[in-house]
């Protein structure tokens, strides 16, 4: 779908803003209930809705207070609204902003300090004003944020949208129908198996609220349904319907949503005595759902054709005791052995008293037996979780200097006066991938999963093993630098630690302690041969956004994330010398223009995922009939569309790239690096990257963009020790151009 051109933009008072109460943000809130259009202005429903956008003590809105606070209002995304009439408008997009001023505005009229933001902006808050039939494509917008984008809501409440959009054209022909499918995932990026997927289980969950426990619905049970509907056997149990979202077997439906809720069973008198209160004077009691987490459907698809097993599982109201029903022989033996062991370990451990030095052999042997019996962790967990960002507005001078005490080889090694492009050469082993890498994980924080993934990803695994992660992490780190005039420290050590019992299968701990200005945020892990690792953490903080591009590294996660920040990302400023259409131009687009100049048969670039193949396909001028997998038009291609597309996801952070000029021609060199010069600007994002090539360095320098913006810095060791010099804008420029510098050492 393509968007409407950006509309002209007004400005009003604060006060004439009202704030959106069926704002999908929170419509998974159990206090809140649809509002019709009538009652939108009524006071006590916009207090409700600020509530519910403010959170607890304002935590929801604690980061935009901030900001706001330390750089005053930045006109970044533009607030949108709808026309309501008699100068009132309906915020559709920036109901957390407009809250936010709203709580600025009642500060500063108490007297209360607002910091940066000039108070002026509460007479004239700047936004957009959207067609009232506009409905579709408001929920695009919304869509590319909080779906694809970097502030998604939950499941449920991207699921709705999903589900709202294609709700009129149900009805409709199923060629139309799967139309508008295409149209919305082209518009979102998002793969058509994912919609299904959140179709899928929205539908299951609007069937449950319709049934006779639809009460008892809340919005955690969203992974038990989604859970469900990832099952085959199940789905085929229930008789799915993957055309109108719906089972065609309505008893088994009925049957499985009595087992995720709570149900009234009647109970006679006999058993009233043994099951009931005292004080109980009905003949129903209140029974707990048997299923209540997500993976317990995992079990149940196990059985879930085996009728007996579930006739037990309901008679006993327990899964454990239908999962057990429904086992082979092995299973079941097993499961009498290890309860068997359990006996006999609680009856040596009452007798533990009469054990003799004859003893200790036999008790050493079984000792031994047990532990080749228990699998050994061959992978540590390393996923990140949720994480926030300090500098994520606003910043205007990213890093300015960087100190490291110690990182591999580097020792008291200090660089300062970094510039927006900074070009790192030097031989082979001179530390050029090694300084990209302590400077990224200062970017990182506490969040120790990045440097376990950075490891990984460099000895080219699959997955990193406690037992490796211990041959290879030997000394210390310690980090320190400045950035957008803020002091950031880093510091990970491996330790024993004393708190830990020494069991026979600990291996080491690790701390990760990061300050922002003296806040420090703390991170510890634990690993274990045998057991999963232990994981003690504050809330995970990363300085800025960052990435680190290697020609060794392929992550399609990660290059799924740049590519769903690079749809939702627009370029909202440029230079006054350049195009007005770049104004409303996606990152995205912007990426397949410059695909499409170096390689004119590059029309689209596009991710799909096909059951497990995840792969980027591109439409080619060639043949408008099929699509090409992007590997077919080679490695070069494809690493100028994977390190262009980083820059939307960087936004007013830090990209490293190791290696640039690997894979690229060499008769490209000069409109990319004044393309990638061009992004840095434009998406202010601060580049550091390594270079053993004098063509491309030379092509920086040479490509007519803006020399001021580079800084050249060259390693070498001499007597073990990393020196450094450096040459910056006109000058390193000069230097190349007239006496052929050969910075690369």
């Not at 300015?400 to 006066?417: E, P």
Request: aromatic content about 12%.
């Amino acid at each position: 779908m393509n968007i409407e051109q950006i509309r002209p933009r007004i400005s009003k008072n604060l006060k004439n803003l009202f704030l959106d109460p069926n704002n999908y943000r929170f419509v998974d809130n159990d206090q809140h209930k649809n509002v019709s259009g009538k009652d939108i202005l009524d006071p006590t429903i916009q207090r409700r809705t600020r509530f519910f956008i403010e959170g607890n003590r304002q935590e929801n809105i604690r980061d935009l207070i901030a900001s706001f606070k330390a750089n005053g209002y930045l006109d970044v995304d533009i607030i949108q609204v709808k026309d309501l009439g008699d100068n009132n408008y309906l915020v559709l997009e920036g109901n957390r902003r407009v809250t936010a001023l709203k709580v600025l505005q009642e500060a500063h009229e108490k007297g209360f300090d607002i910091g940066k933001l000039d108070p002026s902006i509460f007479r004239s808050v700047p936004f957009e004003i959207h067609n009232n039939q506009d409905v579709e494509k408001h929920l695009i917008v919304m869509g590319l944020k909080h779906i694809s984008g970097n502030k998604k809501w939950s499941t449920f409440n991207q699921s709705k949208l999903l589900y709202d959009f294609l709700k009129p054209y149900e009805k409709e022909a199923r060629d139309e129908y799967v139309e508008k499918e295409d149209e919305l995932i082209n518009s979102l990026g998002i793969s058509k198996t994912r919609l299904r997927s959140m179709l899928r289980v929205y539908n299951l969950i609007s069937l449950y609220k319709e049934s006779e426990y639809g009460e008892q619905f809340e919005p955690n049970m969203f992974g038990v349904f989604e859970e469900i509907i990832k099952k085959p056997v199940i789905k085929s149990w229930l008789d799915w319907n993957d055309n109108g979202y719906y089972a065609r077997n309505s008893v088994n439906l009925d049957r499985l949503f009595s087992w995720i809720s709570k149900t009234d069973e009647y109970l006679e008198r006999n058993e009233l005595e043994e099951d009931l209160e005292e004080d109980s004077n009905g003949e129903y009691v209140e029974l707990d759902p048997i299923i209540t987490k997500s993976l317990e459907i995992r079990d149940l698809a196990l059985f879930i054709n085996n009728e007996k097993a579930l006739k037990v599982m309901e008679d006993e109201r327990s899964l454990a005791r239908g999962l057990a029903a429904s086992g082979s022989v092995n299973q079941q033996n097993y499961k009498n052995a290890l309860s068997k062991l359990e006996d006999s370990l609680k009856d040596l451990n009452l007798y533990s008293s009469l054990i003799s030095q004859e003893d200790l052999r036999f008790l050493d042997n079984a000792k031994e037996q047990l532990t080749q019996i228990m699998p050994k962790q061959t992978a540590i967990n390393i996923e990140g979780g949720n994480y926030t960002t300090n500098f994520e507005y606003g910043v205007k001078k990213h890093f300015k200097s960087i100190h490291i005490k110690k990182y591999k080889f580097f020792k008291d090694f200090a660089l300062d006066n970094f510039n927006k492009i900074n070009i790192i050469a030097g031989f082979n082993n001179a530390g050029k991938t090694s300084l990209l890498e302590a400077i990224y994980l200062l970017t990182q924080r506490n969040d120790i999963s990045s440097y376990f993934n950075l490891i990984r990803q460099k000895n080219k695994i699959s997955t990193l093993s406690p037992t490796l992660l211990n041959a290879l992490f030997q000394d210390k780190i310690i980090l320190s630098g400045v950035f957008d005039d803020t002091n950031v420290t880093v510091e990970m050590v491996k330790y024993d630690d004393s708190s830990i019992d020494k069991q026979d299968d600990y291996i080491a701990s690790y701390s990760l302690k990061s300050s922002i200005d003296g806040e420090f945020r703390n991170n510890t892990v634990h690993t274990f041969i045998h057991e999963r690792m232990r994981r003690n953490a504050d809330q995970v903080s990363h300085l800025c956004s960052s990435s680190f591009k290697s020609p060794y590294f392929y992550d399609i996660d990660d290059l799924l994330g740049d590519y769903n920040k690079s749809i939702g990302a627009s370029l909202t400023s440029v230079s006054s010398s350049e195009s007005d259409d770049l104004n409303i131009q996606s990152a995205i687009g912007l990426v397949i223009d410059f695909m499409n100049k170096i390689e004119p048969t590059i029309k689209d670039v596009r991710f799909t995922e096909d059951m497990e193949l995840k792969r980027f396909i591109v439409e080619s001028a060639y043949d408008f009939n099929r699509s090409f997998d992007l590997t077919s038009y080679g490695e070069g291609i494809q690493r100028i569309f994977y390190i262009a597309l980083s820059f939307a996801a960087c936004r007013n952070g830090v990209l490293f790239i190791d290696e640039f000029e690997t894979a690229i021609h060499y008769s490209l060199l000069l409109e990319f690096t004044r393309f990638i010069q061009q992004l840095a600007e434009r998406f202010n994002v601060q580049v550091f990257l390594t270079s053993h090539s004098g063509e491309c360095i030379k092509a920086f320098l040479e490509n007519e963009y803006n020399n001021d913006y580079i800084t050249g810095f060259q390693l070498s060791k001499i007597d073990d020790k990393v020196v450094v010099k450096r040459a910056d804008g006109e000058r390193f420029g000069y230097l190349i151009q007239n006496i052929d510098l050969d910075i690369r050492g």
